[in-house]
T-cell receptor
Framework: DAKTTQPNSMESNEEEPVHLPCNHS???????IHWYRQLPSQGPEYVIH???SNVNNRMASLAIAEDRKSSTLILHRATLRDAAVYYC?????????????FGGGTRLMVKP | EAQVTQNPRYLITVTGKKLTVTCSQN?????MSWYRQDPGLGLRQIYY???????DKGDVPEGYKVSRKEKRNFPLILESPSPNQTSLYFC?????????????FGPGTRLTVL
């Protein structure tokens, strides 16, 4: 799977929007962009995924650049419970083992 | 409730004493896998299973065994644990292996080998 680059950490105030960036300049045309997050002392959990169009669900929105070389996960109103490590992962069609390749992720800190 | 469960959640053992970490999912998923998470190394896949009786190695399989006799269960076996297997272990499952499938993770098992 192609590589992603994310900032190590970000900070946000509670109830404010948060934009978590991800660069994936070597993405291929059939790679899906997935976001997972890992709350403290828990397993990773799925957040959202997309291919080309922007996507919304109850947890977040995913904005994908037109050239697909970057994407942004948007939390519309951060809460203290959103403090977690957020991982941007590319899923290709040729992935032996269906493995998720977790990079370092972005540690989001939410201040009250 | 749809979930992946793991047992035990915490385990302290000694070198060489065989142990099994169980994983079970109630979503009728075909695919299951095991990851370990270590500081600075992230999550790495140990073994995976595409379906019953079909298993294969991930990135770091040395020292581990798995079996998939039933669709819902995928135990991780350490025949002779060593201190370098001290880690946080996660089991995951997904409906299949297409690149749109969501993976569901268990709560983790923290293993310490003395």
């Amino acid at each position: 799977d192609a590589k992603t680059t994310q900032p190590n950490s970000m900070e946000s105030n509670e109830e404010e929007p948060v934009h978590l960036p991800c660069n994936h300049s070597t993405i291929s045309g059939t790679d899906y962009i997935h976001w997972y997050r890992q709350l403290p002392s828990q397993g990773p959990e799925y957040v959202i995924h997309g291919l080309t169009s922007n996507v919304n669900n109850r947890m977040a929105s995913l904005a994908i650049a037109e050239d697909r070389k970057s994407s942004t996960l948007i939390l519309h109103r951060a809460t203290l419970r959103d403090a977690a490590v957020y991982y941007c992962i590319l899923r290709s069609t040729n992935n032996a083992g269906n493995m998720l390749t977790f990079g370092g992720g972005t540690r989001l800190m939410v201040k009250p | 409730e749809a979930q992946v469960t793991q047992n035990p959640r915490y385990l302290i053992t000694v070198t060489g004493k065989k142990l099994t970490v169980t994983c079970s999912q109630n979503m009728n998923h075909e695919y299951m896998s095991w990851y370990r998470q270590d500081p600075g190394l992230g999550l790495r896949q140990i073994y995976y299973s595409m379906n019953v009786e079909v298993t294969d190695k991930g990135d770091v399989p040395e020292g581990y065994k798995v079996s998939r006799k039933e669709k819902r269960n995928f135990p991780l076996i350490l025949e002779s644990p060593s201190p370098n297997q001290t880690s946080l272990y996660f089991c995951a499952s997904s409906p299949g292996t297409v690149n749109t499938d969501t993976q569901y993770f268990g709560p983790g098992t923290r293993l310490t080998v003395l």
